[in-house]
């Protein structure tokens, strides 16, 4: 089972900066089948990107993902208000769908 | 739209079973896969298994071998989630999230959520 470890566990940020959220496997992925997911307190998560790069439907272009192999990167620039949340990667690769354990975006 | 309708809460003992619905619509519901998510109290998500739901097949992750069964009726496009000799560690909101067409692809889309508390 591929592992996946997320760092920082917490960011705390301002509006208007922007967030840089790591996620690294403990094996290489194949073909980049790497997803990102928001979650408010409450609520289901939300699909942001998968593929490592691709944006899900209605996703702002302020939210980029990147990577390959065993690390990936969720880059959130212009933070708003809104975009303060958990932020959880998963990986889709083998016969198994894993999670990280989150990183948690905070207002400073 | 798509939408997933899950059951509501429930409380169970410890060494009961429970069976959670999602009733789906807003799509075909045979051509998408569909997967259980559980998520303890501030942990993150854990994948629980998949169905298939055009031929009922289902794969399940190791650590509920055996205690979980997923089903579907397709009369009424929905699948259920049974967990049996639940603990007090299944504690959580499990989720149902639609996969894609093909296996390899994240949720796209979650019910809300049910909230399962095992206590005695």
């Known amino acids: 089972e591929i592992v996946l470890t997320q760092s920082p566990g917490t960011l705390s940020l301002s509006p208007g900066e922007t967030a840089t959220l790591s996620c690294r496997a403990s094996q290489s992925i194949s073909s980049g089948y790497l997803a990102w997911y928001q979650q408010k307190p409450g609520q289901a998560p939300r699909l942001l990107i998968y593929?490592?790069?691709s944006r899900a439907t209605g996703i702002p272009d302020r939210f980029t993902g990147s990577g390959s192999g065993t690390d990936f990167t969720l880059t959130i620039s212009r933070l708003e208000p809104a975009d303060f949340a958990v932020f959880y990667c998963q990986q889709y690769g083998d016969s198994t769908w894993t999670f990280g354990q989150g990183t948690k975006v905070e207002i400073q | 739209q798509v939408q997933l309708v899950q059951s509501g809460s429930e409380v169970k003992k410890p060494g009961a079973s429970v069976k959670v619905s999602c009733k789906t619509s807003?799509?075909?519901?045979?051509?998408?896969?569909m997967h259980w998510v559980r998520q303890a109290p501030g942990q993150g998500p854990e994948w629980m298994g998949i169905?298939?739901?055009?031929?009922?097949?289902?794969d399940y992750a190791q650590k509920f071998l055996g205690r979980v069964t997923m089903t579907r009726d397709t009369s009424t496009s929905t699948v259920y989630m049974e967990l049996s000799s639940l603990r007090s560690e299944d504690t959580a909101v499990y989720y149902c999230?639609?996969?894609?067409?093909?296996?390899?692809?994240?949720?796209?889309?979650w019910g809300q959520g049910t909230l399962v508390t095992v206590s005695s």
């Open positions: 807003g799509y075909a519901f045979t051509s998408y896969f």
């Open positions: 999230a639609r996969g894609g067409q093909f296996r390899k692809r994240p949720f796209d889309d």
């Open positions: 169905l298939d739901p055009s031929g009922g097949s289902t």
């Open positions: 593929g490592a790069s």
